[in-house]
């Protein structure tokens, strides 16, 4: 090989390798993203709780009307919710 084709080799080289380790780091912070959504839905929101939203039922649990937030069977039975409509 020549010296032109291997200077020509290494910015593709180094711009791949950037590529890659993006698309690994977007993976990665869609991943976590996820995690801490998921984390979210079985805590009843405080703000919720203060300003007296109220929870419709759904076929997994409890939903808030107003912010969404989860709440699953088992926990709102602990936590006494208030529930409202259909």
Known sequence: MT???LWALLPVTVIGGIVVWRF?????AKAEE???LN???LVVSVLCRLDGHLYMESKTGFRCG???SHLAR???GIKH???AGP
């Open 24 to 28: 690994i780091a977007a993976h990665r």
């Open 3 to 5: 010296p032109t084709v």
């Open 74 to 76: 088992e926990e709102a």
């Open 34 to 36: 996820i995690r801490m």
């Open 81 to 83: 919710v208030a529930t």
């Open 66 to 68: 107003t912010c969404g």
């Open 39 to 41: 984390e979210s839905l």
